[in-house]
C-alpha cells in the first residue's frame, strides 16, 4: 500500500512539473526534438515567435539568418485570409450584359467582372474544371434569353492591380505553375503550356 502511495505521489510530483513548463520551455523542448529528427539532418530551421502584445521574443531559432520561406509562407497567406475573409467567404465571377434581348439576340456586351478566383477553371478540383465553369456560364446565359451576341465579350478585372508579379519575385520562378500572377479574372491558373521542337 505504501508503495501505491508513493508511486501516486510521483506521477503528481512528475505531472505537476511538468505541467508547470513555461510556454518558452515547452517550444524549446518541441524544437529540440525536431532537429533531433533524421530528416532534419541537412536541412535548416529558423523561426521566432515572438509576443504580438509586447513584441517581445519568446523564442527562436537561427532568427536572423535569411531562409527562402517556400510554401511554408502559404500558411501565413491561407491564415490572413481566413481572419479576413472568413470561413464562408467565396469568390464570384459575376456574367451581365448590355443592351437588349431580341429573339434570342444580344444587341450588346456581355461582361464577366471578376473577383480574383484562383480556381476559376482550374482542374485541380471537380467543381471548378474549365469545362464544367463555361457549361454553367453557357446554361445562365441561354436561361437569360441570349442565343447570338452581336457585341463583344468584355472581361473586367478592374478590382486588382495590373501590376501581378511583384518586384521581389524570383524570375526563376516564372517558368513554372506557381510562378504565375494573379488578377482580377485567373482562368486555368494563368498557366500555360509551351511545346516546343
Known amino acids: 500500500m505504501r508503495r501505491l502511495v508513493y ?3 510521483s506521477l503528481v510530483l512528475f505531472l505537476t512539473a511538468a505541467g508547470a513548463q513555461t510556454v518558452q520551455e515547452k517550444l524549446q523542448k518541441a524544437v529540440q526534438q525536431l532537429l533531433n529528427d533524421p530528416q532534419m539532418r541537412y536541412a535548416t530551421l529558423g523561426f521566432s515567435v515572438v509576443n504580438s502584445e509586447t513584441g517581445v521574443i519568446i523564442i527562436e531559432h537561427n532568427g536572423n539568418t535569411g531562409l527562402a520561406p517556400a ?3 502559404k500558411t501565413v497567406t491561407s491564415a490572413t485570409a481566413f481572419e479576413l475573409l472568413g470561413k464562408d467567404y467565396r469568390f464570384t465571377t459575376l456574367l451581365g450584359y448590355d443592351g437588349t434581348i431580341v ?5 450588346g456586351n456581355l461582361h464577366i ?4 478566383d484562383p480556381t476559376l477553371g482550374s482542374w485541380r478540383y471537380s467543381t471548378t474544371g474549365d469545362t464544367l465553369i463555361l457549361r ?4 445562365i446565359i441561354q436561361k ?5 451576341i452581336t457585341g463583344n465579350i468584355i472581361m473586367h478585372s478592374e478590382q486588382w492591380e495590373t501590376s501581378s508579379v511583384p518586384g521581389g519575385w ?3 520562378d516564372m517558368g513554372n505553375y506557381y510562378g504565375a500572377g494573379a488578377y482580377g479574372i485567373n482562368w486555368r491558373e494563368n498557366q500555360y503550356d509551351l511545346v516546343l521542337k
Open 71 to 73: 510554401s511554408c509562407q
Open 103 to 107: 429573339n434570342g439576340k444580344l444587341n
Open 136 to 139: 454553367q456560364w453557357k446554361e
Open 7 to 9: 508511486s501516486c505521489i
Open 113 to 116: 467582372t471578376g473577383s480574383g
Open 170 to 172: 524570383p524570375w526563376d
Open 144 to 148: 437569360a434569353g441570349i442565343k447570338t
